[in-house]
């Protein structure tokens, strides 16, 4: 926005005026005669400045750079009433550091089982459209910090080799903040590998002050989630749901996760980094 600012220099160049007795008066002022007949300095006028009057900015101007990304409510609905730990505020990135999960046709058919028994136990449970195990919590990031996050996040990783963890336990979960349950399968094989990973996960996390992983990590892989807490309904039924597990019809099903890459996803992009 241009200001317009009246010039002080062109005031003082004008050249002072002279009364008739010599004096020198300021042109700003005008002289007035007394009764007396000595000059009186009386100050002009000032008139006041009319604003100018500025064209509004165009609509589409106005819409790509709105004032509060957030002025709108959230709605959860569109989400299936899943509700943010934080609030997303313009520039902030939700970042995760995890190891993909690729199911094969067994384990799918074997989820639907599960969800059909939970269900008929009185809990609607959602299979999640991605399977994963985490290695980070979910922090923010600020957009410029993302390349030197990932560079950190490489460069620590170049030193970790490739390796498989195998996993067969259920086990259900809940967020800190109570507002969702999740059914997931704990690791049996490959514990000792995935801490180092978190090391080097933590590492680069303490660099940009960051919160580091859970103390005593339980690592697994989700299967599926519920709005709420629904812990207590979930564990009465475990064991039920653990003999499906226990009774495939290959044999006790075990979800092998193969290490050869970890993942980072801040906002909507995903960076990979080879072990």
Known sequence: ??????????????????????????????????????????KRKIEKQVPEKRLPLPVCLLTMFPDDVDSKPEESALHGGRIRSFKHERGNWATYVYLPYYPEEDFRSLLEEILLLAKARGVVL?????????????????????QPFTQSLRAGLVHCERFKCSMGNLRIYCNAEGTR?????????????????????????AEFHLDPFYKDPSFHVSL?????D????LEEGIQELQNLVEGHEDGPFQLILDCVEVHCRTGNKTFCFPL
């Open 181 to 205: 349950t999740f059914l997931g399968m704990e690791v049996s094989t490959g514990h000792a590998q995935l801490l180092e990973l978190v090391q080097v996960v933590d590492k680069t996390m």
């Open 230 to 233: 629904f812990r207590e309904q």
């Open 126 to 146: 959602t299979p999640q459209e991605e399977f994963h195990l985490s290695l980070s919590q979910t922090v923010v990031l600020r957009h410029h910090w993302i």
């Open 224 to 228: 599926a989630w519920c709005v709420g």
């Open 1 to 42: 926005m241009l200001t317009g600012y009246s010039s002080s220099s062109e005031e003082e160049s004008e050249a002072p005026s002279t009364t008739t007795q010599g004096s020198v008066i300021s042109s700003n002022c005008q002289v007035e005669q007394c009764d007396n007949n000595s000059p009186v300095r009386k």
